[in-house]
């Protein structure tokens, strides 16, 4: 069964730009959640997305927003980028998103560069 | 809301010693206890978790954890690390009632040889 799959894997751009990240979820997993992970930070929770529905989200400005599609797939789009916005993005999928029964199984990750 | 302190930001360690990565929590309820690993440039592999009953974890690659829930604690330990071992290691927490995870800061091991 083929893993969590993030595109692009690296990717820069500029100072008010913005950016759209995607990411594969496992066959068959429904939950996907989505990390932000920075040296000063840490690895910062964002947002969660259940059967195309936002179900928990992180304490991250309005600038940082998902969606998912009917087949699982998720996107998260950063508007008006800003260098802090420099970090590892990571997206997590398991089934239901059931921290009691299901394991997340993490994407390698898009490393954003802003400029 | 929970939150996790690791405190230790690096452990230097030969190879085949024993090793033990800290980690505290603070939570107003009932959570759950992770440690995941990174090794570069990928992502977070789960190496156990502690859900509930007891409170000895093992998990893959010869780790286990145990939880302490007097000292509100969840030290992970592996008796002979390898080279293989060197990477970060995240201790994260969630509550009962909600998805939002939290993670540690992250422990780097480097097992010399």
């Known amino acids: 069964k083929a893993g969590v799959t993030q595109t692009p894997r690296y990717l820069i751009k500029t100072r008010g730009q913005q950016v759209t990240l995607s990411c594969s979820p496992i066959?068959?997993?429904?939950?996907v959640s989505w990390y932000q992970q920075t040296p000063g930070q840490g690895l910062q929770f964002l947002f969660e997305?259940?059967?195309?529905?936002?179900?928990n989200k992180g304490n991250f400005p309005g600038r940082f927003s998902g969606r998912q599609f009917s087949n699982s797939r998720s996107e998260m789009n950063v508007s008006t980028l800003e260098l802090g916005d420099s970090a590892l993005y990571l997206c997590?999928?398991?089934?239901?998103?059931?921290?009691?029964?299901?394991?997340?199984?993490f994407g390698p990750g898009t490393r954003l560069t802003v400029l | 809301a929970q939150s996790v302190t690791q405190l230790d930001s690096q452990v230097p360690v030969f190879e085949e010693a024993p090793v033990e990565l800290r980690c505290n929590y603070s939570?107003?309820?009932?959570?759950?206890l992770f440690w995941y690993v990174q090794y570069p440039n990928q992502g977070l592999q789960l190496l156990l978790k502690?859900?509930?009953?007891?409170?000895l974890v093992k998990g893959i690659n010869g780790f286990e954890a145990e939880f302490n829930k007097s000292q509100t604690s969840f030290h992970l330990r592996k008796p002979s690390v390898h080279i293989s071992d060197t990477a970060e290691y995240f201790c994260a927490v969630s509550s009962y009632n909600n998805n939002d995870m939290r993670f540690g800061a992250g422990t780097r091991l480097t097992v010399k040889p």
């Open positions: 997590a999928s398991s089934l239901e998103g059931r921290r009691l029964t299901d394991t997340q199984y």
């Open positions: 066959s068959g997993h429904r939950s």
């Open positions: 502690y859900l509930s009953g007891s409170t």
């Open positions: 939570s107003s309820v009932s959570v759950y």
């Open positions: 997305y259940f059967s195309e529905t936002q179900r």
